[in-house]
């Protein structure tokens, strides 16, 4: 017995070999945090064009030469995959001219700073110890042990071949998925594909309704996650689900948008827009086809953020009013100067603005396009 566990244990130890291997869950979270990076690492063509310009070039021989120079000193080895504002600036300049890549409204070059900046929050975060904003975020309270096997794990995978990755651009992106994956926070794709799984009915519908005919696009009722662990919904949720239904009676909003992760508290198995799906059908009568879920949101920033994302794939005229339903104290909140800010400090925009109030539970809201922009420095409601 000794033996086998001392074999198995130098098979761990050996360096990666073989073939490079697809790997779902990391690809199916690349192209969702990572689109541009991602469809770099998909296109050897373009990946060759970006890593063969001189900066590039010295940049990226840096970054391995100072992460060599840790050896096994896994925190170093961490902190070297970090990018400097120097070499984002680099990355920026090699993207500017590819054409092929996705990106926002704002380029691909922004695009470019957006994604590694997301690798760095998720480096800093999941393996050098950065405070999350929240206690819902990061890898959660784990022992020095747990954190070393992570730390090395996500430094084995990130050298171990995958298959269409953009590894062979610098190993951080890998890393950082790596990092998500050994601590068990692939939420962001846990929910794939949303349109043909519990939006297929409201998809189905969306594609030949008039929205004109109805004076809101959508009524979008925010997550307000419970604290208590086992609790599916929170006593403001159930209140924000018996408002909903009252004013979806009146007839004139096409879909109610239910709007909540799997967050509160930190590692619940209930996910808040399920469970106020479920509640508004088998409670309330509302037919599937006109619940829209939004099961991704962790923060209110990011239910309006994911909801306008929503709205739009669907097919909502740009200029459709929206109502955001809610409790008193949380509508107060999201129409306020702080709310505002809060948008600007963590999502870099505002996703949509308040038009007017409408009653102390009800506001009037214009979704922003800005919200197309994907943001991987909120890596599991992107």
């Known amino acids: 017995m000794a033996s086998a566990a001392m074999l198995a244990l130098t098979a761990l130890a050996a360096p990666a070999q073989g073939q490079e291997v697809g790997d779902r869950v990391l690809s199916a979270l690349s192209a969702r ?5 991602d469809a770099a690492g998909r296109d050897p063509a373009a990946l060759g064009r970006i890593v063969g310009t001189p900066e590039m070039k010295r940049v990226l021989t840096a970054r391995r030469d100072r992460r060599a120079g840790c050896g096994s000193d896994l925190t170093c080895r961490a902190q070297a995959m970090l990018w400097s504002p120097q070499d984002a600036d680099a990355l920026r300049r090699a993207v500017a001219g590819e054409k092929t890549l996705p990106a926002a409204d704002d380029g691909v070059g922004a695009q470019a700073d957006r994604e590694i900046a997301g690798v760095n929050m998720i480096v800093r975060s999941y393996a050098l ?3 999350p904003t929240t206690a819902i975020d990061g890898p959660g309270t784990v022992s020095p042990q747990d954190r ?5 794990a996500a430094d084995w995978l990130s050298d171990t071949l995958r298959a269409g990755s953009a590894q062979s651009l610098d190993p951080s992106i890998d890393y950082a998925l790596a990092l998500l994956d050994v601590s068990d926070r692939t939420d962001a794709i846990g929910h794939e594909p949303l349109l043909d799984g519990a939006n ?3 998809a189905a519908r969306a594609r030949g309704l008039d929205w004109r005919r109805y004076r809101y696009g959508a009524m979008i009722v925010t997550g307000v996650g419970p604290e208590i662990e086992g609790e599916p919904l929170s006593p403001f949720g159930k209140y924000h689900l018996r408002l909903a239904a009252r004013r979806f009676a009146q007839g004139d909003v096409a879909f109610i948008l239910v709007s909540g992760g799997r967050a509160h508290p930190r590692a619940t198995p ?4 399920d469970e106020m799906r479920r509640a508004l059908i088998e409670r309330y009568g509302i037919p599937p ?14 239910n309006l953020r994911n909801a306008s994302r929503m709205l739009a794939r669907l ?5 459709a009013e929206t109502l955001i339903v809610c409790n008193p104290a949380q509508s107060g909140y999201i129409e306020s100067a702080k709310f505002a800010e809060r948008n600007m400090a963590e999502l870099g925009y505002q996703p949509g603005r308040v038009v007017r109030r409408v009653s102390p539970t009800e506001l009037v809201f214009r979704p922003s396009r800005l919200s197309q922009r994907v943001d991987p420095r909120d890596p599991l409601d992107p």
């Open 33 to 37: 945090l990572f689109p541009m990076l």
């Open 129 to 131: 110890g950065a405070v």
């Open 148 to 152: 070393q096997s992570r730390l090395q």
């Open 200 to 202: 297929a009915a409201a």
């Open 270 to 273: 209930f996910t808040e827009a």
């Open 289 to 302: 086809e006109a619940i829209i879920s939004e099961p991704y949101a962790r923060h209110t920033t990011t």
């Open 315 to 319: 097919g909502m005229p740009a200029d």
